[in-house]
């Protein structure tokens, strides 16, 4: 069975895409309120990582427990269910939506009801409407986005895009939340922002959180462990100090221009 | 008022007034001393009718951005079972009874359940077809559609019961302005509260992106089946509904064509707009019949109506590719100023 508590426990899991292996016998158990950091070159298998874990992708290979279930036999909107949510790397805004309604499907699972209550505005409909505009708002104050609720997404500049995607992926009051890159393509200002919100979320809603991210110093900074991966394989895994040391992860980011990768 | 009342009663008394409405109206048409009133009413029947299909279909093709090429096939699913219902089942008992009040009130009774079970067989066959044909997306989604269409079609062809090639004739004329302006009525009212909902959110989201709908706990099949299952009931209300006004159904009415013709009033009124499938319902549903003065100037009496008809679409589609109102509502095109100014104010509450 799975391992006690964990929010979630990934054992030995692999993936091929024909002759690739993207991924191979990653293994990653996360506690409650941990904040774990996944790092590595481009095309390490990060973001296939993410996919396998919120069921986009099933694994060849291994098994994944959320919430101490498997999700093998799970379409990706049960898995949210079991308390996950994530943020892509390339922004999967509703965009042609509010703000607010994209906050307010985020919560889907919390608010839904019957088409027949719709159409009835029954009293079920008027209380889960009032909730979920009522933690949508929430939860946009948090973001500092409460100005712009009725924007379409799209129109949003692209800092506020990032956090909207965090915001909507809160909606969903996962356990544990997964951050693909949320840093990227910030300038350093917003970087210092988000790093500030993604602490207060943690604190606020006592969640775990995994983050994908490619500025170094964030992940660092923000992180109690990081798992490092190259070519698909877990190469070393530690707290910051350690990781930061590792001469293998020396070696790996040595491919890529030492200033990007930010050792 | 509308807060402090339960919401059953709320509902039943709008609907009320919108009764009382419909029959007033319906018997104001019916005292206008015009020749050729009996012409205009069926206009504006089939203009009902049209609105009820565009708006159903655009709960599966604007909302649910599933789109669909098969609408005429649940229409007729809905037109030909109700129509069977009536003529083997409930008219032969109503000639049974006396003329009169009771009647009367039975006539209307089996009208309003011979056109919901229509409506329900058309809304399994979208079940039907949604199931499998889910899985597909865009180009394919519209093929299998097509062909679902087509074989419904192929299949009443082969039943003598209901006519088969030679049509359908001897359905009751119990359809009526009134019921046809109800259903059209309530069939806006559906879309616009479902949309207004969770449900909607979700079928938007879908339409939006299916991966992120899925990773923010949405079932995204079950949703792409609920709009089908919505709008192919409504699709087969409206079916039955036409048969029982046109009192003759004939498959060639449910070709293809007729679902172009329903898409076209959809895009054109700009996809995902309830108003906009509306107003573009009405204005497909007169243009044809205002053109038809047009072949009395033509040289030997040529009707032109399709050539003309199609240019203006064409036209249309060329200068505003997203429709009359594009994805907003007839109040926020021309609001659309004010809109923006709300949006920049913080939101009540
Ligand atoms: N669906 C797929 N089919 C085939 N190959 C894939 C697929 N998804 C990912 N890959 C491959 O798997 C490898 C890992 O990709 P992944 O996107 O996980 O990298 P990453 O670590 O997220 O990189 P980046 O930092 O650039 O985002 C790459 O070689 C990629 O081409
Ligand atoms: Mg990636």
Same mark, same amino acid.
């Not at chain 2, 018997?27 to 206008?32: C, M, N």
């Given at each position: 069975?799975?391992?006690?508590?964990?929010?979630?426990?990934?054992?030995?899991?692999?993936?091929?895409?024909?002759?690739?292996?993207?991924?191979?016998?990653?293994?990653?158990?996360?506690?409650?309120?941990?904040?774990?950091?996944?790092?590595?070159?481009?095309?390490?298998?990060?973001?296939?990582?993410?996919?396998?874990?919120?069921?986009?992708?099933?694994?060849?290979?291994?098994?994944?427990?959320?919430?101490?279930?498997?999700? #093998?036999?799970?379409?990706?909107?049960?898995?949210?269910?079991?308390?996950?949510?994530?943020?892509?790397?390339?922004?999967?805004?509703?965009?042609?939506?509010?703000?607010?309604?994209?906050?307010?499907?985020?919560? #889907?699972?919390?608010?839904?009801?019957?088409?027949?209550?719709?159409?009835?505005?029954?009293?079920?409909?008027?209380?889960?409407?009032?909730?979920?505009?009522?933690?949508?708002?929430?939860?946009?104050?948090?973001?500092?986005?409460?100005?712009?609720?009725?924007?379409?997404?799209?129109?949003?500049?692209?800092?506020?895009?990032?956090?909207?995607?965090?915001?909507?992926?809160?909606?969903?009051?996962?356990?544990?939340?997964?951050?693909?890159?949320?840093?990227?393509?910030?300038?350093?200002?917003?970087?210092?922002?988000?790093?500030?919100?993604?602490?207060?979320?943690?604190? &606020?809603?006592?969640?775990?959180?995994?983050?994908?991210?490619?500025?170094?110093?964030?992940?660092?900074?923000?992180?109690? &462990?990081?798992?490092?991966?190259?070519?698909?394989?877990?190469?070393?895994?530690?707290?910051?100090?350690?990781?930061?040391?590792?001469?293998?992860?020396?070696?790996?980011?040595?491919?890529?221009?030492?200033?990007?990768?930010?050792? | 008022?509308?807060?402090?009342? %339960?919401?059953?009663?709320?509902?039943?008394?709008?609907?009320?007034?919108?009764?009382?409405?419909?029959?007033?109206?319906?018997?104001?048409?019916?005292?206008?001393?015009?020749?050729?009133?009996?012409?205009?009413?069926?206009?504006?029947?089939?203009?009902?009718?049209?609105?009820?299909?565009?708006?159903?279909?655009?709960?599966?093709?604007?909302?649910?951005?599933?789109?669909?090429?098969?609408?005429?096939?649940?229409?007729?699913?809905?037109?030909?079972?109700? $129509?069977?219902?009536?003529?083997?089942?409930?008219? *032969?008992?109503?000639?049974?009874?006396?003329?009169?009040?009771?009647?009367?009130?039975?006539?209307?009774?089996?009208?309003?359940?011979?056109?919901?079970?229509?409506?329900?067989?058309?809304?399994?066959?979208?079940?039907?077809?949604?199931?499998?044909?889910?899985?597909?997306?865009?180009?394919?989604? $519209?093929?299998?559609?097509?062909?679902?269409?087509?074989?419904?079609?192929?299949?009443?062809?082969?039943?003598?019961?209901?006519?088969?090639?030679?049509?359908?004739?001897?359905?009751?004329?119990?359809?009526?302005?009134?019921?046809?302006?109800?259903?059209?009525?309530?069939?806006?009212?559906?879309?616009?509260?479902?949309?207004?909902?969770?449900?909607?959110?979700?079928?938007?989201?879908?339409?939006?992106?299916?991966?992120?709908?899925?990773?923010?706990?949405?079932?995204?099949?079950?949703?792409?089946?609920?709009?089908?299952?919505?709008?192919?009931?409504?699709?087969?209300?409206?079916?039955?509904?036409?048969?029982?006004?046109?009192?003759?159904?004939?498959?060639?009415?449910?070709?293809?064509?007729?679902?172009?013709?329903?898409?076209?009033?959809?895009?054109?009124?700009?996809?995902?707009?309830?108003?906009?499938?509306?107003?573009?319902?009405?204005?497909?549903?007169?243009?044809?019949?205002?053109?038809?003065?047009?072949?009395?100037?033509? %040289?030997?009496?040529?009707? %032109?109506?399709?050539?003309?008809?199609?240019?203006?679409?064409?036209?249309?589609?060329?200068?505003? %590719?997203?429709?009359?109102?594009?994805?907003?509502?007839?109040?926020?095109?021309?609001?659309?100023?004010?809109?923006?100014?709300?949006?920049?104010?913080? *939101?009540?509450?």
């Amino acid at each position: 069975m799975a391992n006690g508590n964990a929010l979630l426990d990934a054992r030995d899991v692999t993936i091929r895409f024909g002759g690739l292996t993207a991924v191979s016998h990653f293994n990653l158990g996360i506690q409650p309120h941990e904040l774990v950091g996944l790092i590595g070159p481009n095309g390490a298998g990060k973001t296939t990582v993410f996919n396998m874990l919120t069921g986009v992708y099933k694994p060849t290979e291994g098994q994944i427990f959320v919430g101490g279930v498997s999700t #093998h036999d799970f379409k990706p909107y049960q898995i949210t269910a079991l308390g996950m949510a994530r943020t892509f790397q390339n922004i999967r805004l509703f965009k042609e939506l509010s703000v607010l309604d994209n906050v307010k499907i985020g919560g #889907h699972i919390h608010y839904k009801y019957s088409a027949a209550a719709a159409v009835l505005k029954t009293n079920r409909f008027h209380e889960a409407e009032e909730a979920a505009e009522h933690d949508a708002i929430e939860l946009l104050k948090i973001f500092g986005l409460e100005n712009r609720a009725g924007y379409y997404a799209k129109n949003l500049p692209y800092g506020d895009q990032r956090r909207l995607e965090i915001a909507r992926a809160l909606s969903a009051q996962p356990k544990l939340l997964l951050l693909d890159e949320p840093a990227a393509g910030l300038n350093d200002r917003e970087t210092r922002d988000l790093l500030q919100t993604i602490r207060d979320i943690h604190k &606020r809603f006592d969640i775990a959180i995994l983050v994908i991210e490619h500025n170094m110093e964030l992940v660092m900074e923000l992180c109690e &462990r990081i798992v490092v991966l190259n070519f698909g394989k877990t190469i070393a895994q530690g707290t910051p100090g350690q990781v930061r040391e590792n001469p293998v992860v020396i070696e790996a980011y040595l491919g890529e221009p030492a200033e990007a990768a930010g050792i | 008022m509308t807060k402090s009342l %339960p919401w059953w009663l709320r509902d039943l008394l709008w609907l009320a007034l919108f009764v009382a409405v419909l029959v007033g109206l319906a018997y104001g048409l019916d005292a206008i001393p015009i020749v050729g009133m009996a012409y205009y009413n069926r206009i504006l029947v089939l203009m009902g009718i049209n609105i009820t299909l565009a708006v159903s279909l655009n709960i599966i093709n604007g909302h649910a951005g599933q789109f669909s090429l098969g609408h005429a096939g649940f229409m007729a699913v809905g037109a030909y079972f109700s $129509a069977y219902l009536t003529f083997y089942h409930f008219a *032969p008992r109503l000639d049974k009874m006396p003329a009169g009040t009771e009647q009367w009130l039975m006539q209307n009774v089996f009208l309003v359940i011979a056109v919901l079970c229509g409506g329900l067989l058309a809304a399994l066959a979208g079940y039907l077809v949604g199931l499998p044909s889910l899985r597909l997306r865009g180009d394919y989604l $519209a093929i299998v559609t097509l062909g679902f269409g087509e074989i419904i079609r192929v299949f009443i062809l082969n039943i003598d019961k209901i006519g088969a090639a030679r049509g359908f004739s001897g359905i009751p004329h119990w359809g009526n302005f009134f019921w046809v302006f109800l259903v059209c009525g309530l069939a806006i009212v559906i879309s616009w509260r479902l949309v207004q909902s969770s449900v909607g959110r979700a079928f938007l989201a879908v339409r939006e992106d299916q991966v992120a709908a899925e990773a923010m706990g949405i079932d995204t099949t079950r949703y792409k089946v609920k709009a089908f299952v919505i709008g192919s009931f409504l699709a087969g209300v409206a079916g039955g509904l036409y048969a029982h006004y046109t009192m003759y159904l004939n498959p060639q009415t449910f070709m293809f064509v007729k679902s172009f013709e329903v898409v076209a009033m959809v895009v054109l009124g700009g996809l995902g707009s309830i108003s906009g499938s509306v107003v573009a319902a009405v204005i497909l549903t007169f243009l044809p019949e205002g053109l038809r003065s047009v072949k009395d100037y033509m %040289p030997g009496g040529r009707d %032109p109506r399709m050539v003309i008809y199609s240019i203006m679409l064409i036209v249309l589609m060329l200068t505003r %590719p997203q429709g009359l109102f594009g994805r907003r509502e007839l109040w926020q095109v021309f609001g659309r100023k004010k809109k923006r100014d709300q949006s920049e104010a913080p *939101p009540v509450q």
